[in-house]
């Protein structure tokens, strides 16, 4: 191209810059890549590393004066933005024995995941179900929600929720629960039985695409897993691997958020898996290694790890393990554009 071309190319564009306007042309290949381009990278929160910093902010502040005190986990490749993906929030929340943490609620979905303590509650419209180390609840999107820690011992839980894509649409709203019964009107033991026993109350229509089963308590899942690796073989990429559903519907339990608890047989080695869902793995048990990004992540308990969109990666445990893991698969999905490579 002449210089005189690209001089007259350079005003064009200067031009057209002062009435908000710029040619695609010069941003069609980065619009659209050829693969998946994330600012998100792979990285490793280590609990010996967040454990004593969650003690710490324990005795800086109180649960009450946070709100919610809850440490964020910032993917490095995000830093400032509050994002461990690029779609998805998480955060180590820690309540002491004691401590509460007032009702609200927000349009954002949430999932919890207990990485120690047992004993604490979280209320879903006043029904208090008390929490063990291992279970997944959810808070489904606009539902008054408080916690609250009557044990005699810290609490700490994964949250993860969808805050980056109800920002994405500017769809987020919130308010304050003054007024909202923090008292038990129920706790989990009934939405177990309503829910919880692939049965529903006969009347009971579906008002949204959420599960109203809240509470997936961890022995009835690692049963499921033990049964599964006794009878047949792990999956070459996974292991032995169950998504949680929303009982009502078969599908997910949030319409943003999909869950997952995988079993890893003692030695197993794992073949290279990707997907376009970006996977935060909570370690629940044994010890074992992620290899992603030309990184190894050596994991144990209460670990958590991100494996970015279409990187691939591979799962080793040298010890049985159990990750509990989450993604924004069902939001992908319902837009028809989720994508997943095997091997
Ligand atoms: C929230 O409501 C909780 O209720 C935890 O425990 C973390 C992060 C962002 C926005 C709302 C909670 C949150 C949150």
């Given at each position: 191209m002449s210089d005189e071309a690209k001089t007259q190319r350079q005003a064009f564009y200067e031009l057209i810059d002062t009435r908000s306007c710029t040619p695609l042309w010069e941003v069609l290949h980065g619009l659209v890549p050829k693969t998946p381009a994330t600012p998100c990278v792979p990285h490793h929160w280590t609990w010996d590393t967040m454990w004593p910093f969650l003690q710490r902010a324990g005795q800086l502040i109180s649960a009450e004066e946070a709100e919610r005190r809850v440490l964020v986990l910032e993917n490095p490749g995000l830093?400032?933005?509050?994002?461990?993906t690029h779609s998805l929030y998480a955060g180590l929340q820690l309540i002491l024995p004691g401590e509460v943490a007032p009702p609200h609620r927000h349009s954002q979905s949430a999932m919890r995941f207990i990485l120690q303590g047992q004993g604490a509650y979280t209320a879903v419209g006043g029904r208090r179900i008390t929490m063990t180390e291992g279970d997944f609840i959810i808070t489904p999107s606009w539902s008054f929600h408080d916690h609250g820690n009557p044990s005699d011992s810290p609490m700490v839980w994964l949250d993860g929720l969808d805050v980056p894509i109800v920002e994405l649409f500017d769809a987020q709203f919130r308010e304050d629960g003054e007024?909202?019964?923090?008292?038990?009107?129920?706790?989990g033991t009934e939405n177990l039985a309503e829910f919880g026993l692939?049965?529903?109350?006969?009347?009971?229509?579906?008002?949204?695409?959420?599960?109203?089963?809240?509470w997936f308590p961890y022995d009835r899942s690692r049963e499921a897993l033990q049964k599964l690796a006794g009878t047949r073989e792990p999956h070459a990429c996974w292991g032995h691997k169950l998504q949680y559903v929303n009982?009502?519907?078969?599908?997910?339990?949030m319409p943003t958020i999909g869950t997952f608890l995988q079993l890893l047989p003692a030695g197993f080695h794992g073949k290279p898996y990707r997907s376009t869902d970006a996977t935060v793995y909570a370690v629940r048990e044994g010890t074992g290694v992620c290899e992603v990004g030309g990184k190894e992540f050596a994991f144990g308990p209460k670990d958590i790890f991100v494996c970015p969109s279409w990187a691939p990666y591979s799962l080793r445990a040298d010890s049985e393990a159990v990750l509990f893991s989450f993604s924004d698969r069902p939001a992908q999905q319902s837009l028809d554009i989720w994508r997943e490579q095997l091997g």
């Open positions: 830093r400032g933005q509050s994002r461990i007024g909202q019964p923090t008292t038990a009107i129920g706790d692939s049965m529903k109350p006969v009347e009971y229509k579906a008002p949204t695409r959420t599960s109203p089963l809240w009982p009502a519907t078969g599908g997910w339990p």
